[in-house]
């Protein structure tokens, strides 16, 4: 698969996650995907929330890795 399906595959697999993430104030923007690596911003809420890191792991790698096995982790960009 290449970087760029992976990367149409993430915006799908993200949509419902940034929902979640707007009823909180928060959201998260696709910055880039590179070799299964999913890079996000936090924004909002989010952005400056002490929980972001458990919020990016917990939540938004946890179901990028269930609905896309090629994720092989999510990491937040400023």
Same mark, same amino acid.
């Given at each position: 698969?290449?970087?760029?399906?992976? &990367?149409d595959?993430v915006?799908?697999?993200?949509? %419902?996650?940034?929902?979640?993430?707007?009823?909180? =104030?928060?959201?998260?923007? !696709?910055?880039?995907?590179?070799?299964?690596?999913?890079?996000? &911003?936090?924004?909002?809420?989010?952005?400056?929330? %002490?929980?972001?890191?458990?919020?990016?792991?917990? =939540?938004?790698?946890?179901? !990028?890795?269930?609905?896309?096995?090629?994720?092989?982790?999510?990491?937040?960009?400023?």
């Open positions: 698969m290449t970087d760029q399906e992976l &990367k595959r915006v799908e697999a993200l949509a %419902p996650i940034k929902e979640q993430l707007k009823t909180h =104030g928060g959201d998260c923007e !696709l910055v880039d995907v590179v070799k299964g690596i999913v890079k996000v &911003k936090l924004t909002g809420a989010c952005g400056h929330c %002490p929980g972001a890191r458990m919020t990016l792991k917990m =939540g938004v790698e946890a179901r !990028l890795k269930k609905v896309i096995p090629e994720v092989e982790a999510v990491e937040a960009v400023s």
